[in-house]
């Protein structure tokens, strides 16, 4: 029932943006924790970015801090990922993904949406590829 669609991937040059979009179903908007993955050829799937419902507070990876940032929009069902200054290494298929889970440091972890005994859902995903 609920469903996670990504879209606004292509392809940019390094140095430019992308805004990743990922339309959820209403239900998807009453988990606690909600963010974006990505996973490159031949690497595993890694966090990218998350935020999360409880203060809004969010967490990004090290490798992304500063130049991209995740955000929601409750009304539209919507949540977004903001990629600036993109670089080569950025390129991967890119995943929303929404979670039902108990927090208590305040932010949503990475660990947390591969959790046993969390619910996870996942998009379908969409390609992010930047060239030099």
């Known amino acids: 029932q609920v469903q996670l669609v990504e879209s606004g991937g292509g392809s940019v040059q390094a140095g430019g943006s992308l805004r990743l979009s990922c339309a959820a179903s209403?239900?998807?908007?009453?988990?606690?924790?909600m963010g974006w993955f990505r996973q490159a050829p031949g690497k595993e799937r890694e966090g990218v970015a998350t935020?999360?419902?409880?203060?809004?507070?969010?967490y990004y990876a090290d490798s992304v801090k500063g130049r991209f940032t995740i955000s929601r929009d409750n009304a539209k069902n919507t949540l977004y990922l903001q990629m600036n200054s993109l670089k080569p290494e950025d390129t991967a298929m890119y995943y929303c993904?929404?979670?039902?889970?108990?927090?208590?440091?305040?932010?949503?972890?990475?660990?947390?949406?591969?959790?046993?005994?969390?619910?996870?859902?996942w998009g379908q995903g969409t390609q992010v590829t930047v060239s030099s």
């Open positions: 993904a929404a979670a039902s889970a108990l927090v208590v440091s305040g932010s949503c972890s990475y660990g947390t949406f591969l959790a046993r005994g969390v619910s996870t859902n």
């Open positions: 209403g239900y998807a908007f009453r988990h606690t924790c």
């Open positions: 935020i999360y419902s409880g203060s809004g507070s969010t």
